[in-house]
C-alpha cells in the first residue's frame, strides 16, 4: 500500500505556470505507475497525465498536451506535474493517483491510490 501527498497549487494568472509534486510513501519498492487527474467545480474527475514506473513512457491528454509536462524522480519517490501557459479552463483540484504495475492508464478506475488533491485556480 502507499500513500500520495500533493503539493504545489495554487493561483496564478493565465499564461503562468505551476509544477505540482506527489510524494509516495509506504511500498515504494514495487514497481508503481502514476497519474494525474483534475476535477473541476460540477465535473466529473479526468485524466491529466500518467508515467510509467521507468518514466520512459508518458501519456497526456489533449486537452494539455504540449503544455503539461509529467516526470518522476524514484530516487525521491517523487512524481512532477509542470503545467505551463496555463489556461482559466484548467482550473481544478488535482489529483495523483498510482497502482502497482506498469503501463500508462488513463482511466479513474484503473487506480488504486489516490492523494488528498490540490487546488490550482488560473485567473483571466
Known amino acids: 500500500q502507499v500513500q500520495l501527498v500533493e503539493s504545489g497549487g495554487g493561483l496564478v494568472q493565465a499564461g503562468g505556470s505551476l509544477r505540482l509534486s506527489c510524494v509516495v510513501s509506504g511500498r515504494t519498492s514495487s514497481s508503481f505507475a502514476t497519474g494525474w487527474f483534475r476535477q473541476a467545480p460540477g465535473k466529473e474527475r479526468e485524466f491529466v497525465a500518467a508515467?510509467?514506473?521507468?518514466?520512459?513512457?508518458?501519456g497526456y491528454a489533449d486537452s494539455v498536451k504540449g503544455r503539461f509536462t509529467i516526470s518522476r524522480d524514484n530516487a525521491k519517490n517523487t512524481v512532477y506535474l509542470q503545467m505551463n501557459t496555463l489556461k482559466p479552463v484548467d482550473t481544478a483540484v488535482y489529483y495523483c493517483?498510482?497502482?502497482?504495475?506498469?503501463?500508462?492508464?488513463?482511466?479513474?478506475?484503473?487506480?488504486?491510490?489516490w492523494g488528498q488533491g490540490t487546488q490550482v485556480t488560473v485567473s483571466s
Open positions: 493517483a498510482a497502482r502497482y504495475s506498469s503501463g500508462i492508464y488513463r482511466a479513474v478506475h484503473d487506480y488504486s491510490y
Open positions: 508515467i510509467t514506473w521507468s518514466g520512459g513512457t508518458t
